[in-house]
């Protein structure tokens, strides 16, 4: 349950987190690239850290995540630059500001008193998966990022968002974009009629796993289907 790191500029594996107390181990991680380490306890207790930055060696001083309510724990978290969410034990989310320079913000009141099953951020919006298989978007909407929410989908299985862009997979194994970045809006037609069953993204690229074990991909300088090399017969990727 220790945490290691390793990190351009650093030749040797670094404890950027130090041992957790006897009896307790980490059990989720979650980083933002020069901004933000944060790290949940099997305890239950969040612990946040600033990266060192061979660039910038002047620590920022980060604002403490509020603690979880009395008698839960944190069981996730999720960091974002400066921010994160932690999900408890009885499936709500927190949220804190952690830059000592902005006031602590609220939770999305789009998400106060809701159940969640998984979260996705992007660069300034985010998607929450509901423990009823719905989907709240929250944040900035200046790309169309919330445009899921016009979509009469009952029931969601996964979600992801990065950069502007938002991607949803329904249960039935069809995908929906909302990807400025990628020049993608509404479903996805599948390339085989065989059903999706997992989707990642980055900023420039969408990659979305097929039942059959083969993987479909978006991106590239004319945005256009990338095939992946296929699998042999026989097997495929999971």
């Known amino acids: 349950g220790q945490i290691y790191e390793w990190r351009y500029g650093m030749p040797e ?12 181990h980490y059990v ?17 207790q969040m612990v946040i850290k600033r990266p060192f930055n061979i660039h910038n060696p002047i620590p920022i001083t980060l604002q403490p995540f509020p603690p979880p309510a009395p008698g839960r724990g944190y069981v996730r978290v999720w960091a974002r630059g400066l921010d994160a969410f932690a999900l408890q034990d009885d499936g709500l989310l927190v949220h804190g500001d952690l830059s000592a320079y902005a006031p602590q913000q609220s939770m999305p009141p789009e998400l106060v008193g ?5 979260l996705a951020l992007g660069a300034s919006h985010g998607l929450a998966l509901l423990e009823d298989r719905t ?17 009469h989908i009952p029931q969601w ?27 993608l809006n509404g479903a996805i ?8 069953v997992r989707i990642s993204c980055s900023r420039s690229c969408l990659a979305v796993l097929r039942a059959d074990g083969q993987i479909d991909s978006w991106g590239g300088s004319d945005r256009r289907i990338d095939r992946i090399p296929p699998m042999p017969a026989g097997s495929g990727f999971t």
């Open 28 to 44: 989720d991680i979650s980083i933002h690239p020069s901004e933000t380490y944060a790290a949940v306890r099997s305890d239950g």
């Open 135 to 151: 989907i709240v978007v929250f944040g900035d909407n200046s790309r169309g990022q919330h445009n899921v929410s016009d979509t």
């Open 13 to 24: 594996q670094g404890l950027n987190f130090e041992a957790p107390p006897p009896d307790t």
């Open 189 to 196: 037609p599948t390339t085989s009629g065989t059903p999706y």
């Open 114 to 118: 809701k159940p969640v099953k998984e």
């Open 157 to 183: 299985s996964q979600i992801a968002a990065c950069g502007d862009n938002s991607f949803a997979l329904t249960t039935t194994g069809q995908v929906y974009a909302w990807a400025p970045d990628l020049q």
